[in-house]
């Protein structure tokens, strides 16, 4: 069971978007997670552990968009037990499933990071994300793709209804004209704006590197 994408997280937000950008453009995929997901045809699935995850479908590429839920406040500060629950999908989830991709011949790789993330920030959710990037980096993909999205909209599989939520989206409503230049990528964006960003760069006119997606913009480095 070949295709051109596998999709990890297929039910989230980033990775559903995605899903619907592959069924929009006839492209054959492989949605890969934990369960089921509804209406969407079981050849088109595949269901693992990724506690004990060896082996994955062929592919030419693939899409990891895994991530811990948190509320906004553990993005600043996480307890013992929650750095241990995120740590293990955000990073050993995500370094395991590059290795097997490796090995199995896929050549492009897409990642969702985080604005900020650096394996030098004192902050555990941003060093972590960071940590994962050089990993991933140090398996020489033809083409890696790293979203850094700010504060991303659009609807939830599980709502997130939390009061730093609803400041975080107002405060963009109020200032958003405000952040522009180097500012800009400071902005709440779409997920479908982030998924459509990645389906771009998978594309024959971005050649073979690294690249960031942050905001709306995509670059080399």
Do not use: W
């Amino acid at each position: 069971m070949n295709a051109n994408f596998l999709i990890f997280g297929a039910s989230g937000l980033i990775g559903g978007h995605f899903k619907e950008i592959c069924e929009n453009n006839g492209e054959a995929f492989i949605s890969v997670g934990r369960r089921y997901i509804p209406k969407l045809d079981a050849n088109k699935q595949h269901i693992v552990n990724f506690d004990t995850l060896e082996t994955l479908p062929k592919s030419e590429s693939c899409v990891i968009c895994l991530g811990y839920p948190l509320t906004s406040y553990q993005l600043i500060r996480m307890g013992k037990k929650t750095k241990e629950k995120f740590y293990k999908v955000d990073f050993e989830y995500v370094q395991r499933i590059a290795g097997i991709l490796k090995k199995n011949g896929t050549k492009n790789l897409a990642v969702i990071s985080s604005l900020g993330a650096s394996k030098y920030s004192p902050n555990f959710y941003l060093r972590t994300k960071g940590l994962m990037e050089d990993s991933l980096k140090e398996l020489s993909f033809d083409k890696l793709i790293i979203a850094r999205p700010a504060h991303l909209l659009g609807d939830r599989e599980v709502p997130r209804n939390e009061i730093g939520i609803t400041i975080i989206e107002l405060f963009d409503k109020v200032f958003k004209n405000f952040l522009i230049g180097p500012f800009k990528k400071y902005r709440n964006i779409h997920g479908s704006v982030v998924s459509n960003k990645i389906y771009d760069s998978f594309g024959e006119s971005y050649e073979p590197g690294i690249y960031i997606i942050e905001n709306d913009k995509i670059k080399k480095i």
